[in-house]
């Protein structure tokens, strides 16, 4: 198996001292860092904006897994991508179908990937033909909108079926109490990258904790 990429999620992090934290995670081995924007709308929490995102540009030259739970994402769309995300992640249930096409080529034409996220009461079999589209497929194993939630095996299920649906080069992520233990289940089951911010940043040692999930 490829090795498994790790965005840890600066939603667990300490927002007075972000580029501190991702440092933390940057020299213990992070591949990704992963960035939740949430609008209060979507979700019922409010985090950031583009203007931190391009604050986290000047400080990391990790890629930006930019996960956005929020409503209209379309509009905010070109924000982001111009603020420095490398990927761009939109809610599946947060957009019309008819328009989820013309939101994944507005996302490429910034010459970065395209995400979907799907939430757990979402099927997998609702955006299979979409995968051929996308660059990565987001499965949520929470309900989004909070950290520090219990990890939903009945969501982590969806993988294998997308999987054997989608082109070789789709990245499957998960996002949702992930730990030591229920990473081992989601990348047997065929996930290829990982989303954990709790687990990692209130680890001990952080660099063990990232290698525990690959």
Avoid at 36 to 44: E, T
Avoid at 95 to 103: F, G, H, K, L, R
Avoid at 149 to 162: N, V
């Amino acid at each position: 198996m490829s090795e498994i990429i790790i965005s840890p999620s600066i939603l667990s992090a300490d927002f007075a001292n972000l580029e501190r934290d991702i440092k933390a995670v940057e020299k213990a081995g992070a591949d990704w860092i992963h960035v939740d924007v949430m609008d209060g709308h979507f979700v019922p929490n409010i985090t950031i904006g583009s203007p931190v995102v391009k604050s986290l540009r000047a400080v990391t030259d990790l890629p930006l897994d930019v996960h956005l739970m929020i409503e209209n994402p379309e509009k905010y769309i070109e924000p982001f991508a111009k603020a420095g995300a490398d990927i761009i992640t939109f809610h599946y249930e947060a957009v019309a179908t008819e328009n989820i096409q013309s939101i994944i080529d507005n996302i490429k034409s910034f010459g970065i990937k395209a995400g979907m996220s799907i939430k757990p009461k979402t099927s997998a079999d609702e955006i299979l033909k979409y995968l051929p589209q996308l660059d990565m497929l987001l499965v949520m194993t929470v309900e989004p909108g909070f950290g520090g939630q219990k990890f939903m095996q009945d969501c982590a299920e969806k993988i294998p079926t997308i999987k054997a649906n989608a082109p070789d080069n789709l990245i499957i992520q998960v996002d949702g109490g992930i730990n030591a233990e229920t990473a081992k289940i989601c990348t047997n089951l065929g996930a290829t990258s990982l989303v954990a911010g709790n687990y990692i940043y209130k680890a001990e040692d952080i660099e063990q904790a990232i290698k525990s999930l690959r």
